[in-house]
């Protein structure tokens, strides 16, 4: 029900403010303003993306949960998707989203709607630091020393056949 009133109510506020915007500053102003939103928002959301995949490969590094990370890259991808959505109302809302603090209160206001029953990373292996268990085991191994050629000018013998 939701899904229907904004694919309903979202057109025709844009709409009514198109024909606001238009007749307050005419016809080539608006449309300025609407090509210069579009490329100001795609030039913020790659660089608020960039930080947003830097906090997910951190996360994922730290072993943190992801979730936090996962939110912010995809309300900044929303936001990208309505900013280049032609539109005033699309591009406030695009605009709003690519403020961290907006975010964040989206988020909790999300994650207090959600109920997580399970939640696993990795693939159950237990992480533990200090020695490794066969530290004191010692490995026997011959080896060769191999020296570098004399003269570069000829080819090495060890890629000729017999």
Same mark, same amino acid.
């Given at each position: 029900? &939701?899904?229907?009133?904004?694919?309903?109510?979202?057109?025709?506020?844009?709409?009514?403010?198109?024909?606001?915007?238009?007749? %307050?500053?005419?016809?080539?102003?608006?449309?300025?303003?609407?090509?210069?939103?579009?490329? %100001?928002?795609?030039?913020?959301?790659?660089?608020?993306?960039?930080?947003? @995949?830097a906090n997910?490969?951190?996360?994922?590094?730290? %072993? *943190?949960?992801p979730?936090?990370? @996962?939110?912010h =890259?995809?309300m900044?991808?929303?936001?990208?998707? @309505?900013?280049?959505?032609? =539109?005033?109302?699309?591009?406030?809302?695009?605009?709003? %989203?690519?403020?961290?603090?907006?975010?964040?209160?989206?988020?909790? &206001?999300? $994650?207090?709607?959600?109920?997580?029953?399970?939640?696993?990373?990795?693939?159950?292996?237990?992480f533990?630091?200090?020695?490794?268990?066969? *530290?004191?085991?010692?490995? *026997?191994?011959?080896?060769?020393?191999?020296?570098?050629?004399?003269?570069?000018? $000829?080819?090495? $013998?060890?890629?000729?056949g017999?």
């Amino acid at each position: 029900m &939701y899904l229907f009133l904004a694919f309903l109510l979202v057109p025709i506020i844009e709409i009514a403010l198109f024909i606001q915007v238009g007749g %307050l500053i005419g016809l080539w102003p608006t449309l300025a303003i609407v090509v210069l939103t579009a490329v %100001l928002g795609a030039a913020l959301v790659r660089t608020q993306g960039r930080m947003a @995949l830097a906090n997910l490969q951190r996360s994922f590094a730290e %072993l *943190d949960d992801p979730t936090e990370p @996962l939110a912010h =890259g995809a309300m900044i991808l929303l936001s990208g998707v @309505l900013l280049l959505t032609p =539109g005033f109302f699309t591009d406030a809302v695009g605009f709003a %989203l690519l403020i961290p603090g907006i975010r964040v209160a989206v988020f909790r &206001y999300l $994650k207090s709607r959600v109920t997580i029953t399970q939640f696993q990373m990795g693939t159950g292996a237990q992480f533990r630091s200090g020695p490794a268990p066969f *530290d004191d085991d010692v490995i *026997d191994g011959e080896f060769t020393e191999v020296r570098p050629r004399q003269d570069p000018s $000829k080819p090495s $013998k060890w890629v000729e056949g017999p």
